[in-house]
């Protein structure tokens, strides 16, 4: 064969060699295609798939981990709730607005696809400068393309971070986390099982949108020329037909009608096919005529890789099918036959495993025979080259240095202030009535409830993080802070974290730097998680963020899960003069991987702190007691350090309140003021007796740091102060 | 007493059936979900047209939920006097099959909208308002983007002088005529608002200010 032709694809020749190897002869194009589609990077993890299993997945209330459509945890009295995460970076990059809109379409599919009622949508987004126009269209067309399906699918969507960098010019990141609730009993897996069983396709018509999506898109840099002639590769969503898709397949499964299913996302038919054949260690034959199409004339090969949105593969008894094609009716969502289960057989050298037969018609032309397992499971695993930048000994020796500059520090906490509420009053985050604390806040909290299942009596916490100024200057210790930052938000809102999923958003992986930095950054995790005791239940690894040869700056996001009992009564603190401002934890040393340090200094990296994790688990720990406390009493405003450290802290909460902020001169140390270290935690009036009898039970610190004044200004007694007027920054 | 029986109409894409009936059983009431084929409304005291996006909000808000089977028949009941009400997408739905006068265009700031609003209780002679004080504020919810409400100068001149706005929002936030947030038919007994009282009927969070508003409603069916 040509190489030129599978080279196009994204094939190398060592990939195509494996796959005649497989095959025992050449494929042919059919064959090549959907080798191509399920053996990139996006769909095999071929890169990473070696790195990730050094993450730590089970736990005591873990019920499905990775390699499932989503994670799912026990969360008490019969419920269970399922939790994924993906980027969309690419598409967004390309097409902003049905980028991310297909980018929550796909998410929703996932927690549906495990028998989930989607009840909550959560997004971390990292775009370009805000002055800059493209960018400002990037991230416009985002947060509408995540209002404008989510709103509509009916999903809300309730937290999640905004911040700029200048790296994510181009490559813009797109992570979202969605959340789901079962009853346990409803859980279903995605495998095609029961020989003479029926593949029945649900959803939309197939069209050529999306073909390559996985290949020609998702994995490979941006930057390049042809990348508008790539917007075809961008799926088109349509949250109509996903609202009817959830509502038709949850009332399958109600039903008992479904054996099995899977979405349809990356790869398309091909991907659905050859997953559920090869985890149901069955075959299967698929007639590709009766798939319904969109256009005329479309060939098999279009419509097996088509990544057209909102379709579902489900597998299903022939006794169940008129009940199900009834039902499919009722909700207005087409339902065809396009194939059957069949027997595993000898073949190709492999014993006893399934065969995907694709037919031009029933009884006509075999188009492609191929072992289901080969496509998805025998990708290449690659062991790439790793190497740290040559540079990292002497870009770690200088730490950043801002010198007694104040308008720098004030231009620091004025000019770069982004209110995200400009974002997430776009969305609907209040629908289920679930939302008990919502955006806005360090973590949400909502009901562990859903229509048609029911409510529980506990509440989940949900917090979505990532930091890529910290993983920049410290790829190891970056993801141990951020999972430590991410697990501390979700005791903000007084859940105990059980659990995390991730997005690993790296540059080009055949940069040694890039692999090096995946590396420590899944090490980093799988530390944190370990000592923390999180699973990690799922996740994404999104490679070839990169624009013109130059990778994002490593990015792993994280969204930790955790539980408390339902709150009877929760009433948000309004901060007032007078009110104490405690410390709990361990104040911040150095400005490393700060965004002052990024403002002020920012070739300067420094030596990022080091986070103990014993003392984060006792600060997580003991917050979350204290959280909880406000059954018997005022509790007080309780924040985690974020963004711009403890300074940028008082400056909200002069914006929000109104009130000033006094911080006193032993804090008011550049360190401890804009340090960014996620080990304590500030609350503000409350319960100082019950705080000071928690700290002491789990040997934390607490210090009286400042207070609430009249004046409405941030003072730092012996620094400076400034006022926080002014407009926040907005998007063009 | 009797127990009143609300049906909740669904369509396909309609979102918020669940939060109200949660709302209204929580107050007592039966509830029974209208799927959008069905045409018998006989056993039902009153009538929700809840939130959401029926049928994908295609054409524009409610242009075809009207053609759906169920309307003729509310349509024609709600004529003889059933209390019917419709939130958020439910309103406009009311607009476009004409039980309510106006229509719903996009905010004026062409944006969605998900905030809290302050709404002044501007009739109390309606199924939704006749328990509250006219002149007294109720804090709500809204969470749309076509929620600006507009008609011609006759129309509004008539909801002026028949007291037929029952709600108008204090700090008008989508740009609606005469900062109007809900109204009432000639014959009182349809209304349709923007703003989701079931969105404000949380004891944990103590947002209860929607619950008023279905109590009313159930006590003149009750």
Redo the contacts between chains.
Sequence with gaps: MDPDLYRSLGLTDDEYDAICALLGREPNHLELAMYSVMWSEHCSYKSSRRHLRRLPTSGPTVIMGPGENAGVVDAGDGFAVAIRMESHNHPSAIEPYQGAATGVGGILRDIFTVGARPIALLDSLWMGPQNEPRSSWIFRGVVSGI??YG??V?VPTVGGEISFEPCFRGNPLVNVAAIGIAPIDRLIRAQATGVGNLVVLLGSKTGRDGIGGVSVLASAGLGQVEDDAKRPSVQVG????E??LI?ACLSMLDRQLIVGIQDLGGAGLTCATSETASKGGTGMVIYVDTVPTREPQMEPLEIMTSESQERMLAIAEPSKLEELLQLAD???IEATVIGEVVSPEEAFGYAEVGVLRIYSTRGGELLAEVPARSLADDAPLYDRPIAPPADLGEMRSREPRLGGDWSTIQAFLTETYFDPEWI??????????NT?VGPGADAALLRVAA??VGSSSSALGVSVDGNPRWCTVDPYLGAIATVAESALNVASVGADPVCIVDCLNYGNPTHPEVMWQLSQGIDGLAHACDVLGLAVVGGNVSLYNEENGIDIEPTPTVTTLGFRK??????PYLAQAHDPIFYLGTVPSSLSGSALARFADPKAKGSLFEIDLDHQKRLIAATARYVRSNEDGEIGLVRTIGRGGVAALAASVVRRYGVGVEIFSEFSTLEKLFGEAPTGVVVIGGNGPMLRSIAQSFDLTLMEIGRCVDQSLVVFDGLGSLSVAGEPVTPR | MKTPVVGIVVF??S?????VA??LTGLGAQVSFI?HTESDLSELDAVILPG??A????LRPGAIARFSPVMSELVSRANRGLPVVGICNGFQVLTETGLLPGALQKNANL?????EAVLEVASVDSPLTHGLTLGTTVSL?I?H?EGNYTCDAATLESLQEHERIIFRYSDNPNGSMDSIAGICSAQRNVVGLMP?P??A??????KTDGISLFTSLLTLVR
């Excluded at chain 1, 997430?424 to 009535?433: A, C, I, K, N």
């Excluded at chain 2, 944006?111 to 905030?115: A, M």
């Design positions: 209002s404008g709103n509509a009916g349509d949250p109509f037909e609202k009817k509502e009722r909700y207005e997430y009053r776009q969305y609907d985050h209040q629908l289920f009535l008990l229509p048609g339902l709150p009877t009564m929760l009433r | 396909p894409g979102n918020c059936e669940g939060d949660e709302v799927w959401g996006f049928h994908g909000d295609y944006s969605f909208l998900c905030e919810p969470n983007f989701h079931e969105r009927a949380n004891s944990i969070t103590g």
